[in-house]
T-cell receptor
């Protein structure tokens, strides 16, 4: 039973660049949520994708965008990177059927913006 | 006021101690509640869901009080391996899907 996977594990970018992070959900899951976790803080909800559409969004600017593919995998895109975007980016998957919202997390992508 | 607030910690306890974590949430329409555990530089891992009737899993007991908008986690007979950050998680949403709010986490150190 494959768990949630994310790539890459680490990434270094400079201010102003753009980045794409990838996530494959746990086998059988169809909903993907993305989070940003700064050092010493709890994860902050960015957005959630289901059926290839964004259906919930946290308080993040439009520089943060995403996509979900028919196979349920997802991407997080961040444009015009700022130093403050340096964080651990976590992907979590869940299953819509049965209205269960228990989430399982991937290992994360650690993004450093210089 | 933060949407989800936890004890700031850290908690330093000896092995075998009982430790309790508290969490409050501000949105009375919140739908589901969880405790996650996060080890240093790792992803959060589900510890347990929290129900109004209370639920127990071995040494861990979680409780929800909807009237007071309060969630608790009790760890009995602490082990060295329990050292981690414990995250209180609250889910809520409008039509379709849910939005997840994490507390800042409470760090636990269990010492021999």
């Amino acid at each position: 039973d494959a768990g949630v996977t994310q790539s890459p594990t680490h990434l270094i970018k400079t201010r102003g660049q753009q980045v794409t992070l990838r996530c494959s959900p746990k086998s059988g899951h169809d909903t993907v949520s993305w989070y940003q976790q700064a050092l010493g803080q709890g994860p902050q909800f960015i957005f959630q994708y289901y059926e290839e559409e964004e259906r919930q969004r946290g308080n993040f600017p439009d520089r943060f965008s995403g996509h979900q593919y028919p196979n349920y995998s997802s991407e997080l895109n961040v444009n015009a990177l700022l130093l403050g975007d340096s964080a651990l980016y976590l992907c979590a998957s869940s299953l819509e059927v049965g209205n269960t919202d228990t989430q399982y997390f991937g290992p994360g992508t650690r993004l450093t913006v210089l | 006021r933060k949407e989800v607030e936890q004890d700031p910690g850290p908690f330093n306890v000896p092995e075998g101690a009982t430790v309790a974590f508290n969490c409050t949430y501000s949105n009375s329409a919140s739908q589901s509640f969880f405790w996650y555990r996060q080890d240093c530089r790792k992803e959060p891992k589900l510890l347990m869901s929290v129900y109004s009737s209370g639920n127990e899993d071995g040494r861990f007991t979680a409780q929800l009080n909807r009237a007071s908008q309060y969630i608790s986690l009790l760890i009995r007979d602490s082990k060295l391996s329990d050292s981690a950050t414990y995250l209180c998680v609250v889910n809520g949403g409008n039509t379709g899907g849910f939005k997840t709010i994490f507390g800042a986490g409470t760090r636990l150190f269990v010492k021999a």
